[in-house]
């Protein structure tokens, strides 16, 4: 059994947790321990908090998610500032954490009765509609609808931040740190190419971080390596090169006509405002989701909100789970958390049959895990955070059998249910893009060295489509040395090396598990100009 | 003698609200919008609205709409989510001659721009950076309104009179012996004694389709949001000296921009520069938005008449009516200024 304490694991069989200096941190005036180095989030979920903040407008729990920024669902005023990600900052000893949503606060929300009472009272829409007749009801309903409005208070104290700015000329930027982003960076960068590469988080190496698992695919591509020794290689090759600047906590938030603006963390806040010949948008995937009764409910997880929690800050997410899908995340996923000490109750699989890899599901079963396959989900149960789930079997037309009904009790699900490209920046660059359901959604018309429609914008994994770490390693590197050829590097070797990556990439997806992707490719593939 | 046939291009506010006035007294109307409606200027816009203007025409308009805002909205039961909790223009020194020379022309129609010093601006917005401006012109019965519901809502009373709204549905002036036959869409010809050309950036190439030169010059913005805060800042602020505004929506996020600038081409792609400009102007204005998120970006494009003001009125074809050219403040004057074209063709 993994020993536990502080709602922190102490051992694991793969990784090592080296955690920081004890410090107190406030929340809602409350002290609570953490670590440095942890989140607040993280800390937060540690000693036991599951209300994070309550919804606008119906007052719904709100709680851990995603905890890589993008949900906003740990939202909370930091030392008078309102609206923190939570997830995204760490803990400073004596740091003044509160709820900002809720009456008194969220956890417990005498506002919460609006969820009851709103839609009886309120229907969706209807305060256009309602008291619209004279002046003075117009006048009171927008008075008191504007209470109820906005989601942190007034900030409190002026953000000490120092700012900066910076301008930066490259000739190859990769946006994104993780495998396809790394690999693309390594290869422009060994043609002599300038490199910068950005990342939101404080590490490079994206999802991989959380895989603890061991790879597949080619031997040249790094099978049976695990995933978090697969980061550290990648990291290793990249600072290896003197041309390439490596930026963390740096978030590009906007491509325009060939400059980039992002904003990179640190003592001085800095506005980056760069110039890059070519750009390259690795910038990965979310988490679907599904639709289910109380799917808000604290407790209802993605697949990598539990990891980051158990692989990254080694927190236990759980007890005792329910695992929503059978592919392959799902079922490693289900490997981790019994690594970690955590029960999992069962995994349910809408197919009739296991989605993932053969060896993950035998791993899985051995371990007495059981497989529904063509069941779902119907309801997660609980008032502030799951306490239990009810799940249904399917008949053919995907619908729930009556009758079929079974309960587990568990105190988080998890959602594994398959992967979005992040293709935000694409498409606000102007790139054409296409929605394919074979990749995953909508993702860039690209040449075959990935170059989308807009001339020297270039993408890598997951955010064209969705993969494996192994194909957006060689996605990166196609791109990163068609990226150095046009800028005038590397020449007849270069474009050997190009003709042969793609061909490899293409041998990879030839395998049995990349004929969906081969043939969603084939609908977004264009001719390109040739270098 | 049969109805009178109109047709409008354009869904906008300005369009809407002229189809609604011709609606409302027995006209047929089709109203016909290239796009869907809040795809031009009335969708994109942070809805200041003000009668602070440096033109007796301008304020006239800007003065009946704010009283037609009330009215239609009464009129066609729909919440605008209007606030009238003021508009504050603050400029320094050197623009003090414009400040004054509007407030003195607003005083000939009764309506009084009060000129706060800065504890007075401070009562009003308390985070306000007193440093940041030399001067505050204040419009208490300006504020600040959402668009959509405006457009929903006049497009919801247009309907109720049995208006038609044709979304995506492009339109060109058809022009025979002088005088306007109708328009021309994609699934034929729609006949109309009069053509109302209410289509904002795009109605200089409306008014060439109708054989009229037109030449309002095409503006583009942009606007960003922040994540959204409760209720902080009553007042709309524009600040003249820098082109730079600000308010907050009625879903609390702190919406504002800087001032267009002059395009030749319309596109709507957002730009760095504006960005950048508008951070700085809000958080020395207001020092702790400092920490504060931009939620989106997104930028409007709308046209200006040649001589800084709206072209409204009948032209050389007989039928063809201009009503564009409303600059920023398509919101401020577009109610009224659809009314007054109703008018004018109704009288014909």
């Known amino acids: ?531 | 003698m049969s109805e009178l046939k109109v047709a409008v291009i354009g869904g906008g506010i300005a369009g809407l609200s002229a189809a609604y006035f011709l609606a409302k007294s027995g006209a047929e109307v089709e109203v016909f919008e290239q796009r869907y409606l809040l795809y031009g200027a009335s969708g994109r816009n942070s809805g200041g609205l003000t009668v602070q203007f440096n033109d007796e025409e301008l304020i006239k308009l800007a003065l009946r709409s704010l009283d037609l805002y009330d009215e239609l909205q009464s009129e066609v039961k729909f919440n605008f989510l209007l606030r009238k909790d003021g508009y504050l223009k603050i400029a320094n020194k050197n623009d003090e001659a414009k400040l004054e020379s509007e407030a003195s022309l607003l005083k000939k129609f009764g309506v009084k721009i009060e000129i706060l010093n800065q504890n007075e601006v401070k009562e009003l917005v308390p985070d306000i950076n007193t440093k940041a401006f030399d001067l505050a012109y204040y419009f208490s019965k300006g504020g600040t309104v959402f668009p959509w519901p405006v457009i929903w809502g006049l497009a919801r009373g247009c309907k109720a009179l049995g208006v038609k709204v044709y979304d995506y549905t492009p339109a060109t002036v058809v022009v025979e012996n002088g005088s306007v036959k109708g328009v021309q869409t994609l699934d034929g010809l729609h006949k109309a004694d009069f053509v109302i050309n209410a289509a904002g950036a795009w109605s200089n190439e409306v008014s060439k389709s109708a054989g009229v030169e037109l030449d309002n010059k095409i503006f583009k913005e942009n606007i960003c949001v922040t994540e959204s805060l409760r209720p902080y800042l009553d007042p709309y602020i524009f600040d003249v000296s820098n082109n730079a505004y600000l308010s907050q929506s009625m879903r609390g996020e702190i919406v504002g921009g800087v001032v267009g600038r002059e395009i030749d081409q319309i596109d709507k792609k957002g730009e760095l520069d504006p960005l950048i400009r508008y951070a700085k102007f809000a958080t020395n204005l207001i020092p702790k938005l400092k920490g504060l998120s931009v939620l989106r970006q997104w930028v409007g494009v709308y046209d200006l008449g040649k001589n800084g003001k709206p072209v409204i009125g009948f032209t050389k074809v007989k039928g063809f009516v201009q009503l564009n050219g409303f600059g920023r403040h398509g919101m401020s004057l577009g109610l009224a200024a659809g009314e007054k074209v109703a008018e004018m063709v109704l009288k014909k």
Request: with cysteine; glycine share 12%; charged share 25%.
């Open chain 1, 1 to 531: 059994m993994v020993k536990t304490e502080m709602g922190r694991l102490q051992e694991h069989p793969i990784l090592e947790f080296k955690r920081g200096k004890e410090v107190t941190i406030y929340f809602n005036g409350k002290p609570i321990k953490a670590f440095e180095g942890e989140t607040v989030a993280a800390a937060l979920y540690a000693a036991g908090v599951r209300v994070f903040s309550r919804s606008f407008k119906w007052h719904r729990p709100r709680g851990f998610f995603c905890a890589i920024g993008k949900c906003s669902a740990c939202m909370m005023e930091v030392d008078g500032i309102p609206n923190v990600r939570t997830c995204k900052v760490y803990v400073r000893d004596g740091m003044q954490v509160k709820t900002q949503s809720g009456m008194p606060e969220a956890e417990n929300d005498v506002l919460s009765i609006l969820d009851d009472v709103m839609d009886t009272v309120f229907p969706h829409g209807s305060h256009y509609l309602k008291f619209t007749t004279s002046k003075n009801a117009r006048r009171f309903i927008v008075n008191q609808l504007r209470k109820f409005t906005g989601f942190g208070y007034p900030p409190k104290a002026v953000y000490q931040g120092k700012a900066g700015y910076e301008e930066i000329e490259t000739e190859v930027l990769v946006i994104g740190g993780g495998p396809g982003g790394m690999s693309a960076a390594i290869n422009a960068a060994k043609y002599g190419a300038k490199v910068l590469i950005l990342d939101e988080n404080p590490f490079l190496g994206g999802q991989l971080v959380k895989q603890t698992h061991r790879f597949f695919g080619s031997a040249k591509e790094r099978a049976g390596t695990r995933g978090i020794k697969i980061a550290e290689i990648l990291e290793g090759e990249l600072r290896s090169f003197k041309n390439v600047d490596v930026r963390l906590e740096t978030r590009a938030f906007g491509i325009y006509n060939g400059e980039v603006g992002a904003h990179q963390k640190g003592e001085v806040d800095k506005l980056l405002r760069i110039k890059a010949k070519k750009i390259i948008v690795a910038t990965g995937a979310y988490e679907r989701t599904l639709v289910f009764e109380n799917n808000d409910l604290p407790g209802v997880y993605g697949a990598g909100g539990v990891q980051t929690l158990m692989n990254v800050y080694g927190i236990k997410p759980g007890n005792r789970g329910l695992i929503v899908g059978s592919g392959n995340v799902g079922l490693i996923l289900t490997y981790q958390l019994m690594q970690a000490g955590v029960e999992v109750a069962a995994i349910v699989e809408a197919l009739p049959t296991i989605g993932g890899y053969f060896v993950h599901a035998a791993k899985v079963s051995r371990l007495g895990v059981p497989i529904y396959t063509r069941h779902t989900i119907l309801k997660a149960l609980g008032k502030k955070c799951v306490e239990g789930a009810i799940i249904a079997k399917l008949d053919e037309r995907w619908n729930p059998i009556p009758g079929t009904e079974k309960k587990f009790d568990c105190d988080f699900i998890c959602v594994a249910v398959g992967l979005s490209p992040a293709h935000e920046l694409l498409y606000q660059a102007g790139c054409e893009m296409k929605f394919i359901p074979e990749l995953g959604g909508l993702v860039p018309l690209r040449t075959k060295y990935n170059e989308t429609t807009v001339p020297g914008l270039y993408t890598a994994g997951d955010v064209d489509g969705i993969e494996e770490a192994t194909a957006a390693i060689m996605e990166g590197r196609i791109c990163g040395i068609h990226a150095a050829i046009s800028l005038g590097y590397g020449g007849k070797e270069a474009e050997k090396e190009l003709e042969e990556a793609v061909k490899e990439l293409d041998e990879f997806r030839a395998g049995p598990f990349g004929q969906k992707v081969v043939v969603g490719i084939k609908k977004c593939l264009v001719e390109g100009v040739k270098v």
